[in-house]
Every structure is written in structure tokens, then in C-alpha cells.
């Protein structure tokens, strides 16, 4: 069945530098997608999210694209703070359904 | 608290017991979810209310697994003869309006350990 999914794992950033995590997607009735934040022992966190009729919406500090032609999403983190360690999951939302379909998941680290 | 709360924050159950898993949404939201989160994976989706209405369970992964949101607040997610396999962090998520498109709050989640 469809999924979302992830290029990458981990991925290891230096405190200051920017950020990106990248996520595919294969169902091209999805219509909405978002980015959340998990911290370890926590709940997902919204950070951002992107209607398919847009291809880029900015945050404080994050910036989410959308290429539908190459269903593909990316999150990006500008200067980023140890704060911003966790792991980030894409989700999509398929037109018509009621629920999210999340990717396995990035854990970003920060290095000093 | 003005956010989702979820209790037992912890859960251990011998297999073969029943366990249930309370989930408080926001005051006044009309949409709940239940999503099951296994170790390193992303959250699965298991079932979703709009208020006491429940309008998918499809992702329920046999009939051990049962949900109610009686009054269209609270829920309690019930595993019957709980399995090893149904260890797993169990989310709820609440949101203000139904229908998709609305931002999804989390609880903490109530992480279920089958012996």
C-alpha cells in the first residue's frame, strides 16, 4: 500500500548550520501534509504544514517545500539550536481520508 | 491541564489480560484519534471519532482491539488478551473541527509492555 518514507535515518547537523530532512511520499491523492517534532517520551509535535496547492510555507524558523511532480517534501531548520534535537516524522493526508499516514521517522542530532 | 492527557502514562500486563487506556482530549474538540506507535517507527493509525461517533476503525488491527468515546469527550481504547505484539506506544490525538486538515494535538502517549 502507499507510505510514507524517508531518505535518511539520522542525521547529524552542527549547532548554527541549517538543517534539512527530506521525506517522499508515493499517493498523489494526498492533499495535505505535515511535519512533527517527537522528543524522546513524548507526543508528536505540529511544526509546519503544506496544502498540495502550495509548493512553500514558511514558520519561525522553519520552511516546508513541496515538489509534487517528484512527491517529495522537505523540512528545513534554519540555525539550529540543540533544542531542535528529536526526531521528525512527515505525514500525509490522503483526500477523502480521515487520518494521517506517517513516515518511519529522521532523528536529527546537534553537534556543539 | 490544557493539553491531551493520557493515563496510565505506563502499562505492564501479563499475556492474556485486558488492559484499557484512557485518553482526556481537548475541552471542546470534536475529533479524537488513536494511533499505535511501535518502537522506532512512526505513529499507525487505529481509529477515529467525531465526537461519539466512530467513523473509522479500519486501522484496528483485530477484533482484541476496541474504542469508545461514549459522551464525545473522553475515550478508552480496550485490548482484550492483550500479545506480545501489542506492545507499543498508543497515542491519542485530538483536533477542533472534524474532518482532515486540522492540527492534530498529541498526548504523551500510554506505552504498553506485554510480558
Known amino acids: 500500500g502507499e507510505s510514507v518514507g524517508l531518505h535518511l535515518p539520522t542525521l547529524s547537523v552542527q549547532e548554527g548550520d541549517n538543517s534539512i530532512i527530506n521525506c517522499a511520499y508515493s499517493?498523489?491523492?494526498?492533499?495535505?501534509f505535515i511535519w512533527y517534532k517527537q522528543e524522546s517520551g513524548k507526543g508528536p509535535q505540529f511544526i509546519i504544514d503544506?496544502?498540495?496547492?502550495?509548493d512553500k510555507r514558511q514558520g519561525q524558523r522553519v520552511t516546508v517545500l513541496l515538489n509534487k511532480t517528484v512527491k517529495h517534501l522537505s523540512l528545513q531548520i534554519a540555525a539550529t539550536q540543540p533544542g531542535d534535537s528529536a526526531v521528525y516524522f512527515c505525514?500525509?493526508?490522503?483526500?477523502?481520508?480521515?487520518?494521517?499516514?506517517f513516515g518511519q521517522g529522521t532523528r536529527l542530532t546537534i553537534n556543539p | 491541564g490544557a493539553g491531551v492527557s493520557q493515563s496510565p502514562r505506563y502499562k505492564v500486563a501479563k499475556r492474556g489480560q485486558d488492559v484499557a487506556l484512557r485518553c482526556d482530549p481537548i475541552?471542546?474538540?470534536?475529533?479524537l484519534f488513536w494511533y499505535q506507535q511501535a518502537l522506532g517507527q512512526g505513529p499507525e493509525f487505529l481509529t477515529y471519532f467525531q465526537n461519539e461517533a466512530q467513523l473509522d476503525k479500519s486501522g484496528l488491527p483485530s477484533d482484541r482491539f476496541f474504542a469508545e468515546r461514549p459522551e464525545g469527550s473522553v475515550s478508552t481504547l480496550k485490548i482484550q488478551r492483550t500479545q506480545q505484539e501489542d506492545s507499543a506506544v498508543y497515542l491519542c490525538a485530538s483536533s477542533l473541527f472534524g474532518g482532515p486538515g486540522g492540527e492534530l494535538f498529541f498526548g504523551e502517549g500510554s506505552r504498553l509492555t506485554v510480558l
Open positions: 499517493n498523489s491523492a494526498s492533499d495535505y
Open positions: 475541552s471542546g474538540h470534536v475529533s
Open positions: 505525514a500525509e493526508n490522503i483526500q477523502g481520508a480521515q487520518k494521517l499516514v
Open positions: 503544506i496544502r498540495s496547492n502550495m
